[in-house]
């Protein structure tokens, strides 16, 4: 490739970049906003006067930080249980052979093709069975388990070689012990992958803790979002400043895990 055919699609790449950027640039800075720089016409980019006072409005018109760490513990947990419980069933299925297997992933796997609305009725009547209603455990349960995250990980176990777990069974190792010191370590890559993910389904989720919280002190932050658009009007400047301080949290995981998040990525379903 000569370097006129590299500075062009430098170019189109800075170029789409600061297209998809934009909106959110435009979010950051219009929270800044007073109400005359928000609504003026023609739309600029830059407030005249950057204030914190959209900030201070949205904190003092509810209990914001309760929000944000029933969103946190949400997410946190969620993650955690989602890890541990989609590596052990992804270890299973890419090391022991056993008889149903192929049926057992078959079955994993299809279940990307139902979308929640159509499972979300029994799932909802299992939770109020297990008095999980109105709780942050009936959000966190449910999706401890999800078959994107089994395939990934089964997928990328797959080229971790038989001989180092048989060498670390003759060793005298259990299998927990197989699972604790070898197959997390190695699979770093890909769960840093299942974390990002995981945290931005779980923070940005907003369909299924609707159906599930009804006290206002469970909400988690995307519910609060919510109680800043009205009937007939939507407090803009609140909602805008609350929305870039959501932001920050799945900003700071992606910045964290972005080194395994390409590691994972490329190596899984290098070998199936």
Known sequence: MTRANKAAVYAALIILSLLFLFPVVWVVLSSFKNSNDLYAWPPQILPS???????????????????FMNSA??????????LIVNSMAGFALAKYRFKGDTLILVGFIS?????????MIPIFSVISKLGLYNSLWGIIIPPAATPTGVFLIRQYLLSVPNELLEAARMDGASEWKIYRSIILPIAKPILAVLTIFSFMWRWDDFLWPLIVISD????TIQLA???FIGEYNVDWSSLLAMSVITMIPVLIVFLVFQKQLVQGIVTTGMKG
């Not at 204030?51 to 409005?57: I, V």
């Not at 513990?73 to 989602?82: E, G, H, K, N, R």
């Not at 279940?111 to 499972?119: A, D, G, H, Q, R």
């Not at 206002?216 to 909400?219: A, G, T």
């Open 225 to 227: 979002l919510s109680n």
């Open 73 to 82: 513990f949400v997410t946190i947990v969620s993650t955690i249980l989602l």
């Open 216 to 219: 206002p002190k469970k909400y």
């Open 111 to 119: 279940t990307l093709m139902i979308p929640l609305e159509v499972i």
């Open 49 to 67: 006067v950057f204030t914190l006072e959209n900030y201070k409005a949205a904190f003092d018109k509810g209990n914001f930080g309760v929000y």
